[in-house]
């Protein structure tokens, strides 16, 4: 068995524990984490990243509620603990340590080109320090368990890139030390728009709940949301992302919960209009959610086997994490 997994290629993913999770995290990411895990081709691990959470302010208590509503979520939609690593990144100190000493390899310059950081910086009144070396982090997170792949959304790549550039710089000035990573992104999903606003992706941190659709929306919530949600003009429901923005994101949507191909849904719909495609698409997703939503009850209403399966993959996690961390310390010096 160990053998075995050591030839397989290791997949490396998390969700920050900030904000309701919602379709765009699933659909982007966290749904082909478990298409991935159960190919049984690869060595799979997936992190609650509480550390990123914190790089903007947040209530403990509502902290650890939104830790464990993550890791019950991940469990959720099929991350089975037997067959992938599942844990939370402060459980794993090696996250915090590797994040410092590629901050210490990392110009500036790399990090104030981030999109991501300017985007989120805009939304805050004081910026953190930590907001800013948030992608050193992410790199960390990556590189210490010698990631081959990295399933993402699209709104991650710039960070994956950088995770490369600093990887092959540490590779060149202190010798062979890291696995370069690949980002692995949907062709459909990666990149679920605002049900508010078409312009921007669908975020955690939106001003409004109307945003997005949270995985434990309940259906009234579900049906309320997609009613408001934007549409385009005209009453043709054609996906075309110029000129029908708002349509072809709720069509990217039906179709991913509804596992049909867009163009059908097209067909469907020829001659009805933006009521009836939005009806029927609030109860796509409420069946799409209604499984992951059942099970998710089942583990909140048993935290101490959640936190058993947590404590128990940081303890593996770890096992990788700390060889990979003596090998730096030693590369670059310390004694
Ligand atoms: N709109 C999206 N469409 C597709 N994928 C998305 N992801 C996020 N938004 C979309 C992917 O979900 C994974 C987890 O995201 P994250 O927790 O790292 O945080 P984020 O990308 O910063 O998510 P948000 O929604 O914007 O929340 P805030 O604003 O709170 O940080 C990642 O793989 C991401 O690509």
Redesign the pocket.
């Known amino acids: 068995m160990e053998m075995e997994s050591k030839k397989k290629k290791t997949i490396f993913?998390?969700?920050?524990p900030?904000?309701n999770i919602?379709i765009?995290?699933y659909?982007?990411?966290i749904k082909q984490w478990v298409k991935i895990q159960e190919s049984g081709e690869f060595r799979t691990i997936f992190c609650v990243v509480d550390e990123?959470a914190i790089t903007v302010p947040q209530d403990p208590e509502k902290l650890r509620a939104k830790i464990m509503e993550v890791a019950a979520l991940y469990l959720a939609v099929g991350i089975d603990p037997e067959k992938s690593l599942i844990f939370i990144q402060s459980h794993v100190s090696e996250h915090a340590e590797l994040g410092w000493i590629l901050n210490t390899i990392t110009p500036l310059g790399e990090l104030q080109r981030m999109t991501?950081f300017k985007d989120?910086s805009q939304k805050q009144k004081s910026i953190l320090a930590g907001l800013f070396n948030y992608p050193t982090l992410m790199a960390a997170d990556i590189l210490l368990y010698q990631t081959n792949l990295v399933p993402?959304?699209?709104?991650?790549l710039q960070h994956i890139e950088l995770t490369r550039t600093l990887a092959k710089k540490f590779n060149a000035q202190f010798g062979e030390t890291f696995v370069i990573p690949e980002p692995m992104i949907n062709k459909t999903?990666?990149?679920?728009?605002g049900l508010d606003n078409p312009e921007n992706?669908?975020?955690?941190?939106a001003e409004s709940p109307n945003n997005y659709i949270a995985l434990l929306d309940s259906p009234e919530t579900i049906r309320k949301k997609i009613k408001v949600a934007v549409t385009d003009s005209g009453s043709e429901i054609k996906y075309d992302r110029e000129k029908k923005p708002a349509v072809s994101n709720l069509l990217t949507i039906y179709s991913l919960f509804a596992e049909k191909p867009i163009e059908e849904i097209e067909k469907e719909y020829e001659g009805k209009g933006y009521a009836e495609f939005k009806k029927d698409l609030a109860e796509v997703i409420i069946e799409g959610l209604s499984p992951l939503q059942a099970k998710y009850k089942e583990f909140e209403n048993n935290p101490d086997a959640v936190m058993a399966i947590l404590k128990k993959g940081a303890e593996k996690a770890k096992e990788t994490a700390s060889r990979t961390m003596s090998e730096v310390r030693e590369k670059i010096g310390f004694v």
């Open positions: 993913s998390g969700v920050a900030s904000g919602h765009g995290n659909l982007g990411a990123h991501q989120k993402v959304g699209e709104d991650q999903g990666a990149r679920i728009m992706k669908m975020s955690k941190s």
